[in-house]
C-alpha cells in the first residue's frame, strides 16, 4: 500500500525557517499535483501550496514570497520550504499526492502529518 511520510517539522521563533519534506513509498503508479496543506486548532483544513508534475506552483496568498514548493521525482518525494516564519503558520502540515496510471487518475493518499509551531 503506497504511504506518505511527512518530516521537517518542529518548534521555531518567528522569523525562523524549517523545511518540510514528504516521502512516498515506492510504487507503480505515477503521480500528478502533489501538495501541502494545513490546519490549525480551530479553523479549517487549507491548501499551503501545490505544484503539478511539470512544475507548475500555487500558494495561498499568505505564504507568498515566504514559502517555496518543490519535488523531486525521482525520490518521489515533495518539499515545503518556509522561510520568515509567523505565529499564524502555526498548524499541523499534512502532504498529499494523486496517483495515476497512465492517464488514469487511481486515488489520492495523505500523510499523517507534521506539526509546526511558531513562537514569538
Known amino acids: 500500500q503506497v504511504q506518505l511520510v511527512e518530516s521537517g517539522g518542529g518548534l521555531v521563533q518567528a522569523g525562523g525557517s524549517l523545511r518540510l519534506s514528504c516521502t512516498a513509498s515506492r510504487t507503480i503508479f505515477s503521480i500528478n499535483t502533489m501538495g501541502w496543506h494545513r490546519q490549525a486548532p480551530g479553523k479549517q483544513r487549507e491548501l499551503v501550496a501545490s505544484i503539478t508534475s511539470d512544475g507548475r506552483t500555487e500558494y495561498v496568498d499568505s505564504v507568498k514570497g515566504r514559502f517555496t514548493i518543490s519535488r523531486d521525482n525521482a525520490k518521489i518525494t515533495v518539499y515545503l520550504q518556509m522561510n520568515d516564519l509567523k505565529p499564524e503558520d502555526t498548524a499541523l502540515y499534512y502532504c498529499?499526492?494523486?496517483?495515476?496510471?497512465?492517464?488514469?487518475?487511481?486515488?489520492?493518499?495523505w500523510g499523517q502529518g507534521t506539526q509546526v509551531t511558531v513562537v514569538s
Open positions: 498529499n499526492a494523486d496517483f495515476y496510471s497512465g492517464s488514469a487518475y487511481l486515488f489520492d493518499r
